[in-house]
């Protein structure tokens, strides 16, 4: 079955104390991005990247990191996680940008992360 | 700086009403997909529109993008308990980038 995967779903951490969370998809997508959703913001975008060792900044990048050394991870790291980072993460794997045309985004089930 | 906002934020309606849902920018996309999301999943593709004033329906949904490509439309007719969802529009500027909108929450009634 075609899906996005993360890990783990539910997560409550304290102030400073460094997590990742995974993402990973079996559709051979070139194009990952990681979104966080806040109630009346929509998804915002963090870091996206096109390729394997190919990542770029999202609208809200500040105090996350990724990775792509696979082409089928993406991990989301949070070095020193604080409050104002509490949300509700998705994943999305895509075919990416076939001009004019954005393909379609497959989304993971979301993680929701607590910090205090 | 929310590039693509959407109203109304919230909409609760009626079975059998119809709606529509807007998504409004200032800038210029190359193409705009609608999403819908359910409570505890991540979004699921609707539609994806490219050309100005490009028309496209989905049984009872129809969507439409604006000539100058900056803003686009969703009606539901005879709206149906399911529905139900966070309704979602994304653009995608450059070749990379892409802008999900604020959301619209609706909820029918039956």
């Known amino acids: 079955e075609a899906q996005v995967t993360q890990n783990p779903r539910y997560l409550i951490t304290v102030t400073g104390k460094k997590l990742t969370v995974t993402c990973s ?5 070139e194009y990952m ?44 790291i949070l070095e020193s996680p604080s409050p104002n980072q509490t949300s509700l993460y998705f994943c999305a794997s895509s075919l990416g940008q ?19 | 700086t929310q590039l693509l906002e959407q109203s109304p934020q919230f909409l609760s309606i009626q079975e059998g009403e119809n709606l529509t849902v807007y998504c409004n920018s200032s800038s210029v ?5 609608w999403y819908r999301q359910e409570p505890g999943e991540g979004p699921v593709l609707l539609v994806t529109v490219v050309t100005g ?21 969703l009606h539901i007719t005879a709206a149906q308990p399911g529905d139900t969802g966070l309704y979602l529009c994304a653009g995608a500027r450059g070749y990379q980038k892409v802008t999900f909108g604020t959301g619209t929450k609706l909820q029918v009634i039956p």
């Not at chain 1, 998809?25 to 997508?29: C, E, G, K, L, P």
């Not at chain 1, 076939?98 to 205090?116: A, D, I, S």
């Not at chain 2, 996309?29 to 997909?33: E, M």
């Open chain 1, 33 to 76: 991005s990681w979104y966080r959703q806040d109630p009346g913001l929509g998804l915002r975008q963090i870091y996206y990247s096109m390729n394997v060792e190919v990542t770029d900044k999202g609208d809200v990048p500040e105090g996350y990191k990724v990775s792509r050394k696979e082409k089928r991870n993406f991990p989301l």
């Open chain 2, 29 to 33: 996309f190359s193409s705009l997909q």
């Open chain 1, 98 to 116: 076939g001009l004019p045309v954005f393909y379609e985004q497959y989304f993971g089930p979301g993680t929701r992360l607590t910090v205090t």
């Open chain 1, 25 to 29: 998809q079996n559709m051979n997508h």
């Open chain 2, 53 to 73: 004033g490009e028309v496209k329906k989905l049984k009872r949904l129809t969507f439409q993008f604006g000539d100058a490509r900056k803003d686009s439309s």
